[in-house]
């Protein structure tokens, strides 16, 4: 499993790329199970009212997200473009620049904790 993680605007967004032989979660409209890598991550945008409250660059912002929808790849190089490509314009919807945006890969053991 790769942890991919954006920081941007003094906040952060991890999405999952499921390996293959790893059982990425279910959910309607998900890519064939075949799929040797998938990922998932939540996507979201700026609201003028209602959604979530968020503090980004300073500024309180509300956002409002969508229902995750994994996408399945054929090659790892490819999920993790999409990945970081992915990332970067959910930041880009809140007002964060691409520039501003860091995206570091994590890999993550099975069964390993998170903190």
Do not use: N
Not at 28 to 40: L, Q, R, S, T
Not at 63 to 70: I, K
């Amino acid at each position: 499993m790769l942890l991919v993680r954006g920081h941007g605007g003094g906040t952060t967004l991890t999405g999952t790329i499921f390996e293959r032989g790893e059982r990425a979660p279910s959910y309607k409209g998900a890519p064939d199970e075949d799929a040797p890598y998938v990922w998932v991550c939540d996507a979201f945008y700026e609201v003028e009212s209602g959604g979530s409250e968020t503090v980004i660059d300073g500024e309180t912002k509300h956002v409002a997200f969508e229902s995750p929808m994994p996408r399945g790849f054929e090659t790892r190089e490819r999920a993790l473009d999409a990945a970081k490509e992915h990332v970067r314009t959910q930041f880009a919807r809140v007002g964060v620049p691409e520039a501003e945006v860091d995206v570091e890969v994590l890999k993550e053991e099975p069964g390993a904790e998170h903190s």
